[in-house]
């Protein structure tokens, strides 16, 4: 079976987002989508990541339009993340989360996590140092709710 070190990812400046170098390191993983109702998340898992980022924490953003709620330009999505939100973490290109031309990544975070097809956007996984799958988080949770569960795992040993 493959581990979250085999996968990557192309940011939306075009680099590479390689899943290997994030081994050691918390990883919290989250589909997004700028015309979300759900949007205003962003702001706060920025403010996790700004907060832990230092202390081993990653995040990565990975823009959807499965459920019709993002910008069909990327440079778009970026400024709007950055510019309403602050985002500073890396986002990726636009995904498929769920069926024909899905994205490896969920296959995987999908099938770890065995709860099935993402249902909405800012379902949000945790990763562990270890690269272990600590929890898979529904789009309602906010990203404060879960900063204990970070903590944890950022003081857990790789």
């Not at 920025?46 to 499965?66: C, F, R």
């Amino acid at each position: 079976m493959a581990s979250i070190y085999d996968f990557s990812e192309k940011e939306m400046d075009g680099s590479v987002i390689d899943f290997a170098d994030f081994n050691g390191k918390a990883l919290l993983i989250v589909n997004t989508a700028s015309k979300c109702g759900l949007a205003p998340q962003l702001e706060e898992i920025e403010a996790l990541y700004k907060k832990y980022h230092d202390e081993g924490l990653e995040v990565i953003g990975l823009p959807s339009n499965q459920f019709h709620q993002e910008y069909a330009d990327e440079e778009e999505t970026s400024d709007f993340c950055s510019i309403h939100y602050g985002v500073t973490f890396p986002m990726t290109t636009k995904v498929v989360l769920n069926g024909k031309g899905e994205d490896p990544l969920f296959t995987y975070l999908k099938d770890t996590a065995g709860h099935g097809r993402i249902k909405w956007n800012f379902t949000k996984f945790l990763i562990g140092r270890d690269g272990s799958l600590i929890d898979r988080y529904a789009p309602l949770t906010k990203p404060k709710t879960i900063e204990a569960d970070i903590v944890a795992a950022l003081e857990q040993h790789a």
